[in-house]
Antibody, heavy 123, light 112 residues
Framework: EVQLVESGGGLAQPGGSLRLSCAAS????????MNWVRQAPGEGLEWVSY????????DYALSVKGRFTISRDNVKNSLYLQMHSLRDEDTAVYYC????????????????WGPGTTVTVSS | QSVLTQPPSVSGAPGQRVTISCTGS?????????VHWYRQVPGTAPKLLIH???NRPSGVPDRFSGSKSGTSASLAITGLQAEDEGHYYC????????????FGGGTKVTVL
């Protein structure tokens, strides 16, 4: 079964750090680009970051650029999001989502999503 | 304020047809970037409904159809069913953001 499972969420203080993980199974993880998408309480979806299959192409939303770092380990079939300088507005459910095997493939969409992990930033 | 604009809500009776619009601009949908649609039931992860403007992933009923014209796209649901309730999001890419992903604000579909 194709599956993504996030972990690492929790409570962090403003200015603090957290590292999220996303474990992939049931497909060849190294072949696919991956995204992080978040959803603040009661709000819509907000794209956070993208990394290509080999980790060469990386992109961030302006709201997290310079504070968050996306990475992947294709041997461990895992995706990561290192979050620093956390702010109240980073409070959200964070989803990892599978993207196309091809870079700059605008036709694919995000076809597999994990259940999400909750990040709460509060003092 | 989302880059892509969707109506906050639409509703319809069982069996009816409803459409959800997704309005963008010349830097995203109008530039030729594809549009994707997702449905999210509260408390669960989004699910891909339409990709590449018109394509349904396997397992998505043919009651769901997508279209795109100019700077806008639409999702149509025909034969509305109670299980279709949820929030629907469009997604595309924007050249002003170096081709980064952008989402619509979401539309709540209510079956009367």
């Amino acid at each position: 079964e194709v599956q993504l499972v996030e972990s690492g969420g929790g409570l962090a203080q403003p200015g603090g750090s957290l590292r999220l993980s996303c474990a992939a199974s049931g497909f060849n993880f190294s072949n696919y680009g991956m995204n992080w998408v978040r959803q603040a309480p009661g709000e819509g979806l907000e794209w956070v970051s993208y990394i290509s299959s080999a980790g060469i192409t990386i992109d961030y939303a302006l709201s997290v650029k310079g504070r968050f770092t996306i990475s992947r380990d294709n041997v461990k079939n895992s995706l990561y999001l290192q979050m620093h300088s956390l702010r109240d507005e980073d409070t959200a459910v964070y989803y990892c989502a599978r993207d196309s095997p091809l870079d700059f493939d605008w036709s694919f969409g995000m076809d597999v999503w994990g259940p999400g992990t909750t990040v709460t930033v509060s003092s | 304020q989302s880059v892509l604009t969707q109506p906050p809500s639409v509703s319809g009776a069982p069996g009816q047809r409803v459409t959800i619009s997704c309005t963008g601009s010349s830097s995203n949908i109008g530039k030729g970037f594809d549009v994707h649609w997702y449905r999210q039931v509260p408390g669960t992860a989004p699910k891909l409904l339409i990709h590449g403007n018109i394509n349904r992933p396997s397992g998505v009923p043919d009651r769901f159809s997508g279209s795109k014209s100019g700077t806008s796209a639409s999702l149509a649901i025909t034969g509305l069913q109670a299980e279709d309730e949820g929030h629907y999001y469009c997604q595309s890419y924007d050249s002003r953001l170096s081709g980064s992903v952008v989402f619509g604000g979401g539309t709540k579909v209510t079956v009367l």
